[in-house]
């Protein structure tokens, strides 16, 4: 019995240490083609299979199938393959002393990597020797979703929703198993048929850095972005708790102190967002995230400044898909350019949003809503107004102002003192933050992996 890889795969399948007693056919999914002559091959039927030199593990590794000079370098369990049906992803879990590697690179005792369609798995004994390839035996066509240089890195899991410019779908680094949200872009066409291409390559790309510079607390984090003929794939750290849009319309209601926890946040997004030179331009409660259910949880602001790396025309197309949010200068032709206000004028609709679940400008015909915007035409209506505090009313009516030099700038507004006023808030934000992480727990490493402390969340110096 040789220990030299073969370079053809066996014709015959022969499941190791499967039990004889089973009084059913377990259909396998996937399969391990052996590397190794003299070495069976596996069907894999179960959704956990170990290997090692334990008699319990799943493959066992033993002088009958394996060379006896080679044995003690696997541990009694040397690696975990587990099925996550609720996920669909595959991932190996190395628990060797002596090393598991997929494609060459090593897994590291104690970490997982998600395996995909044809992954060389090997061990580490008298240099690297390959032990198995991993098939998926229905290969999931919806991977080729993803760009060859994307399919190294990540696995594509579920679609998460589609918006103005793109969809979104849940993916997971595979060596990390970390999850993320992928947004696909497609590049605007010309009216003369021709494909888009991003201009200026060296400003565009100086464009990307920045916001992959950007760190805040209540910032979506973009990893990276990959660009191709006809699509441009962004890279987002993944929030679980959905976005503002589905939170104000649940049925747990929002109460004004909830409503200003998550508020504040956004506020603070939007200020540092402007502190970088960069106004968001399409704020709304589709672009907010949240981390988790819970009723006060982390906010993060996304799809800033994304806009200016597509054409104009879906630029346009974004604004006229959610009018309601549109600062009146957008619309109002006499303005030459626009500026930070605009924010703030789309943080006031929001807030409005919030607390009250109407919009205060609302019509189906385009025009009338645009003469509401740009004659600032709202009102707080008794019935669903008693409650709520004069202060946010008289916040909300200085940022609703048609006139952007008279409208409260993003600094006014936290120093505003329905915000500035309440430290208790700002203390339980902080704490939110601090503790509350941007991902699930179900999504991230087991608990045993080192995970990078989050940053003490800074207080306005404004907060009096």
């Given at each position: 019995m040789g220990n030299q890889a073969s370079d053809k795969l066996p014709d015959t399948l022969t499941p190791l240490s499967i039990s004889q007693e089973q009084n059913f056919i377990q259909l396998p999914w996937g399969r391990l083609y052996s590397c190794l002559e003299g070495f069976q091959s596996v069907?894999?039927?179960?959704?956990?299979?170990?290997?090692?030199?334990?008699?319990?593990?799943?493959?066992?590794?033993?002088?009958?199938?394996?060379?006896?000079?080679?044995?003690?370098n696997f541990s009694k369990i040397h690696f975990i393959i587990i099925r996550d049906v609720y996920t669909d992803l595959i991932?190996?879990?190395?628990?060797?002393?002596?090393?598991?590697?997929?494609?060459?690179?090593?897994?590291?005792?104690?970490?997982?990597?998600?395996?995909?369609?044809?992954?060389?798995?090997?061990?580490?004994?008298?240099?690297?020797?390959?032990?198995?390839?991993?098939?998926?035996?229905?290969?999931?066509?919806?991977?080729?979703?993803?760009?060859?240089?994307?399919?190294?890195?990540?696995?594509?899991?579920?679609?998460?929703?589609?918006?103005?410019?793109?969809?979104?779908?849940?993916?997971?680094?595979?060596?990390?198993?970390?999850?993320?949200?992928?947004?696909?872009?497609?590049?605007?066409?010309?009216?003369?048929?021709?494909i888009y291409h991003l201009d200026h390559p060296m400003k565009i790309m100086n464009e990307v850095k920045i916001l992959q510079s950007l760190t805040h607390p209540c910032v979506i984090k973009m990893k990276e972005i990959v660009e191709t003929d006809s699509d441009v794939f962004i890279i987002l750290e993944y929030m679980d708790g959905g976005d503002l849009t589905s939170r104000i319309l649940s049925i747990r209601p929002l109460t004004e102190q909830n409503c200003k926890c998550l508020f504040y946040q956004i506020t603070l997004a939007v200020q540092y967002l402007h502190s970088e030179g960069i106004t968001h331009r399409d704020l709304k409660p589709d672009n907010i995230l949240l981390a988790n259910d819970d009723i006060e949880t982390v906010v993060k602001l996304t799809d800033f400044g994304l806009s200016k790396f597509l054409h104009e025309y879906t630029v346009m197309k974004t604004i006229c898909g959610t009018p309601q949010y549109v600062a009146p200068e957008i619309i109002d032709g006499s303005y030459k350019e626009y500026s930070f206000q605009v924010d703030v004028w789309s943080l006031g609709v929001i807030l409005f949003y919030m607390l009250s679940k109407q919009l205060p400008f609302r019509s189906s015909e385009r025009a009338?809503?645009?003469?509401?915007?740009?004659?600032?035409?709202?009102?707080?209506?008794?019935?669903?107004?008693?409650?709520?505090?004069?202060?946010?009313?008289?916040?909300?009516?200085?940022?609703?102002?048609?006139?952007?030099?008279?409208?409260?700038?993003?600094?006014?507004?936290?120093?505003?003192?329905?915000?500035?006023?309440?430290?208790?808030m700002q203390q339980r934000v902080a704490q939110i933050v601090q503790h509350g992480?941007?991902?699930?727990?179900?999504?991230?490493?087991?608990?045993?992996?080192?995970?990078?402390?989050?940053?003490?969340?800074?207080?306005?110096?404004?907060?009096?």
């Open positions: 069907d894999l039927t179960q959704d956990t299979i170990t290997l090692g030199r334990a008699e319990q593990c799943t493959i066992v590794i033993n002088k009958n199938n394996f060379p006896e000079s080679t044995i003690m991932y190996l879990k190395d628990e060797s002393k002596n090393g598991t590697f997929i494609n060459g690179s090593l897994v590291g005792k104690g970490n997982r990597y998600i395996l995909q369609h044809d992954d060389i798995l090997s061990v580490g004994f008298k240099g690297l020797q390959k032990l198995f390839v991993f098939k998926l035996l229905e290969i999931d066509e919806s991977n080729k979703y993803l760009p060859t240089e994307l399919r190294k890195k990540y696995k594509l899991s579920r679609f998460l929703g589609k918006g103005a410019c793109g969809e979104v779908h849940l993916v997971f680094e595979k060596t990390t198993t970390k999850a993320y949200a992928i947004k696909k872009i497609k590049k605007g066409v010309y009216s003369s048929g021709n009338v809503l645009n003469k509401l915007i740009l004659t600032g035409q709202y009102s707080f209506h008794p019935h669903l107004w008693s409650d709520i505090s004069y202060d946010v009313k008289d916040l909300i009516s200085r940022m609703l102002v048609v006139d952007p030099k008279k409208r409260l700038t993003i600094d006014q507004v936290l120093q505003h003192r329905w915000i500035a006023s309440d430290l208790d992480g941007s991902n699930s727990e179900y999504y991230n490493n087991d608990s045993d992996s080192q995970q990078p402390a989050p940053k003490k969340f800074k207080l306005l110096e404004t907060t009096i």
